[in-house]
């Protein structure tokens, strides 16, 4: 059973910083394994980013391979360390608009595919960034 834990949200003014961690537990961490984790958001503006109305955000393969939405190009970084249990979302130069629930989430799909398409396998329970 694969779980997924965030933290790291909260409040902040625009233009500042935060900085969210997911992690993950109870699936393979293989190096042969072609997943993906992604970071979404809910919030003002996904009411139409598919069922669960939330947005793709960043991605990250087990591979460094990374993917971002338009959005938050030159603003967020997606990253994890050498175990690679732990994903990091780095968020700067925080808008308005990039307040919602963000929720971190494992796929079985390339960054691009899990941010464009929403492909995931399992969510956490959401950490809520408000930006104003």
């Known amino acids: 059973h694969v779980q997924l834990v965030e933290s790291g949200g909260g409040s902040v003014q625009a233009g500042g910083s935060l900085r969210l961690s997911c992690v993950v537990s109870?699936?393979?961490?293989?190096?042969?394994?072609?997943?993906?984790v992604g970071w979404f958001r809910h919030g003002p503006g996904t009411e139409h980013a598919g069922v669960l109305a939330?947005?793709?955000?960043?991605?990250?393969?087990?591979?460094?391979?990374?993917y971002y939405a338009d959005s938050v190009k030159d603003r967020f970084t997606v990253s994890q360390d050498n175990t690679e249990n732990v994903v990091y979302l780095q968020m700067d130069n925080l808008k308005p608009q990039d307040t919602g629930t963000y929720y971190c989430?494992?796929?079985?799909?390339?960054?691009?595919?899990?941010?464009?398409?929403?492909?995931?396998?399992?969510w956490g329970q959401g950490t809520q960034v408000t930006v104003s």
């Open positions: 989430a494992v796929g079985r799909a390339s960054p691009q595919r899990t941010v464009e398409v929403g492909i995931a396998d399992a």
């Open positions: 109870g699936y393979t961490h293989s190096i042969f394994s072609r997943t993906s």
């Open positions: 939330r947005a793709g955000v960043a991605a990250i393969a087990r591979d460094g391979s990374t």
